[in-house]
């Protein structure tokens, strides 16, 4: 069985640009979450999409965006890039919420 | 007060030794644990469940105190392979219903040969 995979492995954007990542879940598992991990720090909450929809966001400015598609793969945009958003950013999913999440690999941005 | 807390060391351990974490969380109404590990610039990956009798897997001993709002780790017979950060990882719920997984930031492990 797959795992979550997630795409692109490394970004480079400049100050101020979008960046659109991408997470395919495991198949039957129909919520995606999203995460951020800055250097040295612990896993911040980006955001919940279940069935299509997002069910909860965290603390993070408008900027920070995303959908989930019918076949519940996801994306993650980021816009008008600044330097602090550089980090590790870790999709993951989960069969039910009750359940421990699976992540993928994650997408290392790089905001210069 | 911190939704998930841990102590986050370094726990610098000799091969062979017995050690234990702990964790508090804040939110009464949670209803799903766990711990997961996470090594260097890698994706953290479920290391097992907490439930509320306990729970063995090989070396591994989790404990739920839900009386106290803390959750425990034993790592016994550690080997230079657990050498890693454990994160605590509690369901948050919230009024609008469950918040989804929120993850302590970790206590990390060294075990020294």
């Known amino acids: 069985e797959a795992g979550v995979t997630q795409s692109p492995t490394h970004l480079i954007k400049t100050r101020g640009q979008q960046a659109t990542l991408r997470c395919s879940p495991i198949s039957g598992h129909t919520s995606v979450y999203w995460y951020q991990q800055a250097l040295g720090l612990g896993l911040q909450f980006l955001l919940w999409y279940d069935e299509g929809e997002e069910r909860n966001r965290g603390n993070f400015p408008p900027r920070f965006s995303g959908r989930q598609f019918p076949n519940y793969s996801s994306e993650l945009n980021v816009n008008a890039l600044e330097l602090e958003d550089s980090a590790l950013y870790l999709c993951?999913?989960?069969?039910?919420?009750?359940?421990?999440?699976?992540f993928g690999s994650g997408t290392r941005l790089t905001v210069v | 007060r911190k939704e998930v807390e841990q102590d986050p060391g370094p726990f610098n351990v000799p091969e062979g030794a017995t050690v234990a974490f702990n964790c508090t969380y804040s939110?009464?109404?949670?209803?799903?644990f766990f711990w997961y590990r996470q090594d260097c610039r890698k994706e953290p990956k479920l290391l097992m469940s907490?439930?509320?009798s306990g729970n063995e897997d090989g070396r591994f001993t989790a404990q739920l105190n839900r009386a106290s709002q803390y959750i425990s780790l034993l790592i016994r017979d550690s080997k230079l392979s657990d050498s890693a950060t454990y994160l605590c990882?509690?369901?948050?719920?919230?009024?609008?219903?469950?918040?989804?997984?929120?993850f302590g930031k970790g206590t990390h492990l060294i075990i020294q040969p």
């Open positions: 939110n009464s109404a949670s209803q799903s």
């Open positions: 990882v509690v369901n948050m719920y919230s009024g609008g219903g469950a918040d989804g997984l929120t």
């Open positions: 993951a999913s989960s069969p039910d919420y009750n359940y421990g999440y699976t």
């Open positions: 907490v439930y509320s």
